[in-house]
């Protein structure tokens, strides 16, 4: 098992595929793009199958989520993703994507053992997508999302940042949007992970600023909260159910005490927690010739450290080197 010292067990990991994107969300990199990780840093796809099969086979990993970066740019992912889910005992292989590209291979995910999909969805206004992500594909991704849910990865779960003045008009319609669609909405609160460190507390959307926007349009009444679990997303449903809403109150509503997530990046590091300032290098102990007994301690050792909370209300916080993208959301 993957313990801490405050007892928290760690079962869901999030994998980085690659630290490249094609676009250029604001709140995560600058839009000239950054300096990408070179090639042989990192892991190929064979380590990441190594890595994730220690995980499954003698860590209690159940869920592997793969990102990035965008993880549909690497050209090995279906290959990734079936020999992610023929693992025993299986785990369950879910993708968070921006969706570009999607419509092409949703069916074959699918196919190869993907359960479901996180698609980032921030805008339903072409020209409001173009100043958010630095690129012209709203068109792309709302094509990815009719595909994945053509495809059975349900439910289709959509991701949303709010900015202020820039797309926090868009809840409701948003909602809507996705209500009509089947889709699970869920507003995440803008954390400081961006590479340019151009996070603000005065211009972070809360959970409450959003909860009041859509209770302006919507009934919401609280989701059951044991069905929550370690979830992030705090979930409501939607005049009367069963719709459901969910909000991530990431800096506001931190739920670091339900935390089950450890992440590896696309260069094999190790975080236990997304905020963490310290990694631990899997990639080097793997290239150095370590077998998969000690993989495996060191793997645990990084998780028993994880800190209790990420502490972003706490006048010492220092954001991570890696902005979001590098480490994988
Ligand atoms: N490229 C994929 C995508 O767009 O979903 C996967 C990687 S992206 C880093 C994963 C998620 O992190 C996206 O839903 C994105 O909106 C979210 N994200 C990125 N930077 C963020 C930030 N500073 N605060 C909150 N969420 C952020």
Sequence with gaps: MLQDSFGRVATDLRVSLTDRCNLRCSYCMPPEGLEWLPKPELLTADEIVRLVTIGVERLGI???RYTGGEPLLRRELTDIVSRTASLAPAPQVSLTTNGIGLSRTAASLAAA???RVNVSLDTLDRETFKRLAHRDRLNDVLRG???????GLRPVKINTVLMRGINDHEAVPLLRYCLERGYELRFIEQMPLDAQHGWTRENMITADEILARLREDFRLTDDDPVERGSAPAEGF?????????GVIGSVTRPFCGACDRVRLTADGQIRNCLFAT???DLRAAMRSGADDDEIAERWRSAVRIKKAGHGIDDPSFLQPSRPMSAIGG
Excluded: N, Q
């Excluded at 999302?145 to 495809?151: S, T």
């Excluded at 449903?237 to 809403?245: F, I, S, Y």
């Design 237 to 245: 449903l939607v005049d009367g159910g069963p719709a459901r809403v």
């Design 278 to 280: 310290d990694e631990s």
């Design 113 to 115: 053992g993907l359960s």
């Design 145 to 151: 999302l009719e595909a994945a849910d053509a495809a």
């Design 62 to 64: 159940t869920e592997v």
